[in-house]
């Protein structure tokens, strides 16, 4: 094991590769790899918090605990399926940058904006009428933080999403070749979409 | 071409340093420069080593005697939670920040990092989480030790405690904005003759170090959050009076506190692969062994953090599962030592202070590693668990270890840093008050937790007084021991001997700028000629030759000549 761990014959390949790739200084663009290192770590908090969920599910005796009123179905289904077909909707903006087509990303991002902002309206009310509070149980304080965290987060892609509209406003900025916006916005979207299926289904279905 | 006609053709090549230069002004503004960023980290993470120094001799003072005739035992509380946290999260874990970012875009030939905004940010946030945690001591600060185990941290003052929790969001994240740098630097940015097998070590640990953070750190985010909500709006997650389950906390708590003890190690493992061949003249022993072995201490460390629990009322199978992979730990480690001493072994050792201080490290830590496989087994922890024996035990290996390691890596790269030598016999006395000093304190710690003084108490039986005099005794050496070291490093920065591009003639691409290295590293971006270890190996890339590993390419002393 001892020695050098260079191969002179690929060194010297290496050499010619970089003779000829000198010569232009462009910064290299790492920032998407940077947004899929940060989800991954973002990742590991909701892991970490649907562990303890399923924990407590687990040590309890009945989950819920007795007393938790029944909860509704109707409103969070509706609202999954408006979150799922967003994503969708979000990635026809980024074909449509793609094709240097600004207007239909601007268009494909004030309806996904909407349905964002649609699926908190929805989050906030059903809120509103459930008959159990933050303390009421260990059910219903894990419920309020999971789906309160997560809408905090979508709200947080919310305001990424406006911003990309925003900016979509001065000509130019965003182009088949230039669209990093876009595409991290596209990302953390589908990130937050993807924790809700996750979510709805332990905190609803189970 | 020899390597040594090569290392004289790449210094000369640089004698005059064009372009703009550095202010000192730089080092207190929002500076993107990875260089600047790096000493911002260093330089703050041994101010914080100082405080939580300080506190630290408070502690052992307050233990000279059984009685708590000293501080109250509240104060104690705060000053044993103050210390272990600003140890961990202000000092040891910046400070192997402040490496990393000062080091990799040096060693893969890049001229920055990949974010280098990001990596302002990340360190900006350090100073107000800091700050707000040190001075939390002068009206309310938190006392429920570093690892805040509810329920006793939701009953013992919320203020402190809110305080403890939101600086450690704060710490957690940076950690985690400069853990996507280093990750993303190592893996896009290295120069193209560079593979990735031919990195130096300290990469490949920085490698396996951000990984663990990146898994790591954000659950203890998540425990952080919910303890929040049981502290500030009443919930009752892991308060078992309001139907919840304090294990919950200690399973995401170890979950990244164990990894944590990795994070604090790996960089300094991978700064001793750097300063042992150097210093000893010799190839590394095991390049790939090392590196590997990096990887598999990352993976390794991310499923044992329940041996912390095995009192917790840990099921037995979970006791057995966690028992065998914490034992495991042990081979990824002693493939390193084993490697280190190899390396050692026959070289041309220089015994200077980085290299006094990386023997030091690696004899500490030996120490450390094998109290920990003690500890590692079930019926012994259960035994010497929460007491003095624990606290032997992780002093070992984070002072023993990375301190030690931190020390050495002062020592090496000063002159890479500063452009200027640092006092060679100060930085001797330094290491020979520091050796003494941290075994006086911490071996009779050994022998007071097997005889049963339990630890976080400042009220002990008087049986224990003797030995705790000699930790205390210990303490004040280290105490002392401060002293040379900050001379050394403020009179050698001002006024030291010009140190030129390469003392140490090193190969790794560091030493191949100028000293300090310019505001975009390299001039010419760098080409890899040979590999980060090949002292003694004289060759040029186009020969064709034997397989180094034959006995005419060794050294003369070498094992294998």
Redesign the interface.
């Known amino acids: ?6 191969d ?1 014959a ?3 390949l ?2 010619h ?2 003779a000829v ?2 010569g232009h200084e462009e910064h ?1 663009d ?2 998407i ?2 947004i899929i ?2 989800l ?10 649907f ?2 969920y399923l ?2 599910r687990a ?2 005796p009945t989950w819920p ?1 007795e007393g938790t009123p029944e909860r509704e179905l109707l409103l969070p289904g509706i609202n999954t399926l408006i979150l799922i077909s967003s994503s969708f909707v979000i990635h026809q903006a980024d074909t449509a940058v793609k094709k240097d087509n600004v207007g239909g990303l601007r268009k494909w991002f004030a309806i996904t904006a909407l349905m964002g902002a649609v699926f908190l309206a929805g989050q906030l009310y059903e809120y509103h009428n459930l008959e159990f509070g ?2 009421t ?2 059910y219903a ?2 419920f309020y ?1 999971l789906t309160g ?1 997560h809408g905090l987060h979508v709200f947080f892609g919310l305001c990424l999403i406006l911003g990309v509209l925003w900016r979509s406003r001065i000509k130019g900025h965003y182009s088949s070749q230039h669209h990093f916006g876009v595409e991290a916005a596209e990302l953390y979207w589908h990130f937050v979409d993807v924790v809700w299926i996750v979510l709805f289904i332990l905190l609803y279905l189970l | 071409m020899t390597q040594a006609e090569a290392l004289s053709e790449t210094r000369s090549s640089h004698d005059h340093h064009p372009g703009p230069q550095r202010k000192w002004q730089d080092y207190f503004t929002f500076n993107t420069d990875h260089k600047v960023i790096g000493i911002q980290y260093l330089v703050l993470s041994f101010i914080f080593f100082g405080i939580g120094g300080i506190m630290a001799d408070l502690i052992r003072t307050e233990l000279k005697t059984p009685a708590t005739d000293f501080v109250s035992p509240e104060m104690y509380n705060q000053l044993l939670t103050l210390h272990g946290t600003i140890m961990i999260f202000l000092w040891i874990i910046p400070a192997g920040s402040g490496l990393a970012n000062y080091l990799i875009p040096l060693m893969i030939g890049a001229r920055d990092m ?2 280098p905004k ?1 990596n302002a940010l990340a360190f900006w946030m350090l100073p107000p989480a800091g700050i707000l945690l040190a001075l939390s001591i002068l009206f309310d600060a938190p006392q429920a030790g570093w690892t805040s185990y509810p329920p006793l941290s939701i009953m013992t003052g919320k203020v402190g405690e809110g305080i403890w929790i939101f600086s450690l969001l704060v710490l957690g994240t940076s950690s ?1 904005l400069g ?3 280093f ?2 630097t190592i ?3 290295r ?5 990735l ?2 990195m130096p070590l300290f990469c490949w640990s920085m490698l396996a170090t951000s990984a663990l953070i ?6 203890l ?3 952080l ?2 303890l929040a ?1 049981d502290l500030l ?5 892991f308060n078992p009076t ?4 304090p294990i ?1 906390y200690q ?2 708590f170890w ?1 990244y506190s164990h990894p944590a003890v990795y994070i604090m190690i790996l960089p300094l493992f991978g700064v001793i692969s750097e300063i042992i061949p150097v210093h000893s003249r010799k ?7 090392i590196a590997y072995s990096s990887l598999a201490i990352s993976f390794l460390g991310l499923i044992v953090w329940a041996h912390h629990m095995f009192t917790s009322g840990t099921p037995a199978w979970l006791r057995m599962f966690f028992m065998i992979t914490t034992m495991v730990i042990a081979v990824p480690t002693g493939i390193k030592v084993f490697s280190w001493l ?1 390396t050692m072994w026959g070289g041309k050792i220089a015994l200077n202070s980085a290299m006094l201080f990386a023997m030091g490290f690696v004899g500490e830590f030996v120490i450390g590693g094998i109290s920990g496989v003690m500890v590692a087994s079930v019926p012994f922890d259960i035994h010497v668990h929460d007491t003095y024996f624990v606290v032997a035990h992780l002093h070992y290996v984070l002072f023993g270890g990375s301190v030690f390691g931190i020390f050495a890596a002062i020592y090496h790269w000063f002159p890479k840093m500063t452009g200027r030598m640092v006092n060679e016999p100060l930085g001797i006395v330094h290491f020979i008050l520091t050796l003494i000093g941290m075994n006086l304190t911490f071996m009779p710690m050994h022998a007071l937790g097997l005889q049963g003084m339990n630890r976080r108490i400042a009220l002990y039986d008087p049986q224990f007084q003797p030995l705790n005099e000699l930790c205390t005794i210990g303490s004040y050496i280290l105490a002392v021991s401060a002293l040379p070291f900050l001379v050394n490093m403020i009179w050698s920065w001002i006024k030291g001997r010009e140190a030129g591009d390469n003392p140490w003639n090193a190969l790794t691409l560091e030493w191949q700028t100028s000293s300090p290295p310019a505001i975009e590293n390299f001039e ?2 760098p ?8 002292y003694g ?1 004289e ?1 040029i ?3 064709i ?1 034997p ?3 034959s006995p005419e ?2 050294p003369e002393s ?1 094992a ?1 000549s």
């Open positions: 094991m001892q020695g050098s761990t260079v002179p690929q060194a010297a290496n050499y590769a970089e790739a000198t290299p790492h920032r790899f940077g290192v940060f991954a770590a973002e990742s590991m908090i909701f892991l970490g918090l562990m303890a924990t407590f040590v309890y605990p933050l303390k149980n260990l304080s894990t933080v965290f | 990949a974010f990001m985690i853990a996507i740098n990750f993303t893996l896009l940015m120069v193209p003759s560079m593979p097998t031919a990146l898994i790591g750190t954000p659950v985010a998540g425990a959050i919910l909500f709006a009443g919930t009752a997650f309001g139907g919840g389950d919950v399973h995401m979950f190839p590394i022993f095991g390049y790939l062994a190899a010419t971006l080409v890899l000629r040979w590999g980060p270890y090949d190996v060759r890339p186009e020969d030759e397989p180094l590993t390419l060794q070498s294998l």
